[in-house]
């Protein structure tokens, strides 16, 4: 049975590399092939963990490790310390322990190999991994203290940079601060003025932006949303709208992680902080809007409309957080009055005029099974020929690939087969394995990428196929649904959201104009 070499980087290499003390990987994978020399360890695989995380849960090489050492496939693994193998919590750590001792696959380090079969080595083993999960408590609370302590400095400690800025050294000192960053300085200051000031018009009245509309307006001038979103959401602007960086402060701890057990497993999810572990200091970065106009933000941002349905209460709305006012972007609001149910838009400065429930969803259901027979006629005459011939296209690359690193992993094991013959020197062995481990890395690489597209085009080809008989569901079960809540459901899953104009009463009570936005899949590439 052959061996196999586990590398993963700690925290205090990343320091030490900051430091000019070399790539660790690189010096951890030679020490253990000079390892594998002596100890005339066949070692065919080579795993590299190029994602960081505290858990095995956020490690997938060391995920896929174990669970071939759980099979049997490696006779040992070669590490450069036990630490390497599992530093989290002592579930992380129980989870190694039983899939080598169950399995009987040694541990190798330069300095001891560990056979799990014995119970002396079993205890030093154990031991080994306790300490290492005290280590990375102690590394861990320094990070926080030194994180917290910049923060209160007014230093920028966040991993990416807030939309309108970016991230320079701080002068005379060390860590980070913020400058403006132009173009994006200029749109953030845009985002502020319509919101909190609004536009003026030719008659010389105001026109007032809520959320939405501000995005469509980004939308239409061309602006680059940040992220990868191919447009402005309203959330985004929300997001803009209420984060105090803009005026010169740097908040931090403003969520925490919140644990808890549901049905076995450990749910993670995160909630605002209370106002004495929250903080919020002035910073070293220039603001970009001034105090006055970030307060008038967060007071206008208190009167937006209520969320569709209050906690407790029951749906009564079938469109409620589909249907958006497209004067102000406000979620409009069903009301029940004498002559029946309105839909309206709850915003005082807002003169979009409301119409009948009843008349808003009609409207709706025709505008679905008008978009419907559209889509399918456009659909019978594209057929999905060219999104079968890409995705052929795809597989084929990921074949072609899978080969390519095979082929690799034979030449690996020849070289290992050669230094055994003596045909190889250590020097030329290690350059030859440095080379071919490095074009196994990148394969490895190439090979995910391409099943990610892969995976990408079949769910895009599905969608694409699934949207028709969502539909025609909707249409013919619509009527008969027992609740708006169940309405509300289906409509959710086919639209991303109804924006409803009707900006005067005359012309009877049907003009209004509705733009319905159906889920079309989309891909994830730019």
């Known amino acids: 049975m052959p061996y196999c070499i586990y590398l993963r980087k700690s925290r205090a ?11 660790t990987l690189s010096r951890h994978k030679a020490l253990l092939l000079e390892v594998a020399k002596k100890g ?12 960081s995380g505290d858990t095995i849960a956020a490690r997938p090489v060391m995920q896929r490790l174990l669970r071939e050492v759980g099979d049997g496939l490696w006779k040992g693994v070669l590490v450069a310390e036990v630490e390497r193998l599992a530093r989290g919590n002592t579930g992380d750590q129980a989870q190694v322990q039983t899939a080598f001792a169950v399995s009987g696959t040694r541990i190798i380090t330069p300095f001891k190999v560990y056979d799990p ?5 079993n205890q030093y083993f154990e031991f080994g991994l306790f300490m290492a999960r005290q280590e990375y408590r102690t590394i861990n609370r320094r990070l926080r203290q030194g994180m917290e302590a910049s923060a209160k400095e007014g230093k920028w400690v966040g991993g990416s940079c807030p939309y309108g800025y970016e991230r320079v050294r701080v002068e005379r000192g060390k860590g980070w601060t913020l400058a403006p960053h132009e173009p994006e300085a200029s749109i953030v200051k845009l985002i502020f003025r319509l919101y909190v ?38 959330r985004t602007i929300w997001d803009i709208l209420q984060n105090p960086v803009y005026v010169g402060k740097v908040r931090w701890r403003n969520r925490h992680k919140q644990k808890r057990v549901v049905d076995g497993e450990v749910k993670v999810s995160k909630v605002l902080s209370s106002d004495a572990d929250r903080i919020l200091v002035d910073g070293l970065h220039p603001a970009l809007v001034d105090q006055a106009s970030f307060d008038k933000a967060q007071e206008l941002a208190q009167h937006r409309g209520p969320a569709p349905v209050k906690k407790g209460n029951k749906l009564v709305n079938p469109l409620a957080g589909i249907l958006v006012c497209g004067e102000c972007g406000r979620t409009m609001v069903l009301t029940i009055q004498k002559q029946g149910r309105f839909l309206k838009c709850i915003s005082p400065v807002c003169h979009n005029v409301s119409s009948k429930y009843e008349t808003v969803e009609q409207r709706l259901l025709q505008g679905l099974e ?27 690359n990921v074949r072609k ?11 690996l094991s020849r070289t290992h087969d050669l230094l055994e013959q003596g045909v190889y020197d250590t020097n030329t062995f290690l350059e030859r394995s440095r080379s071919i481990s490095q074009r196994i890395n990148d394969t490895t690489e190439t090979i995910a990428r391409l099943r990610d597209e892969l995976a990408e085009g079949e769910r895009i080809a599905a969608s694409r196929q699934s949207i028709i008989p969502k539909v025609e569901k909707l249409l013919d079960v619509y009527a008969a649904l027992p609740s708006a809540q169940a309405k509300n459901e289906l409509l959710r899953d086919i639209l991303e959201r109804a924006v409803y104009t009707r900006p005067s009463r005359r012309g009877g009570k049907d003009r209004f104009e509705l733009v319905l936005y159906p889920k079309l899949p989309q891909s994830s590439e730019p």
């Open 40 to 51: 005339d360890y066949d070692v065919t695989e080579i795993y590299q963990e190029i994602v």
């Open 197 to 234: 000031e609004g536009e003026k018009n030719d008659d010389g009245s105001y026109q007032t932006f809520g959320a939405y509309s501000i995005a469509r307006r980004l939308d239409s001038m061309g602006v680059a949303p940040p992220g990868s979103s191919a447009f402005w959401r309203d």
């Open 370 to 396: 008008q978009w419907l027979s559209g889509y399918r006629l456009q659909w019978d005459s594209n057929p999905d020929a060219d999104d079968q011939e890409l995705l052929d296209l795809k597989a084929k």
């Open 13 to 23: 290499d990343v320091e030490a590399e900051a430091l000019g003390q070399g790539e």
């Open 117 to 121: 079969q014995n119970e002396m080595d």
């Open 401 to 411: 690939a899978e080969t390519d690193l095979d082929t690799l992993h034979r030449q």
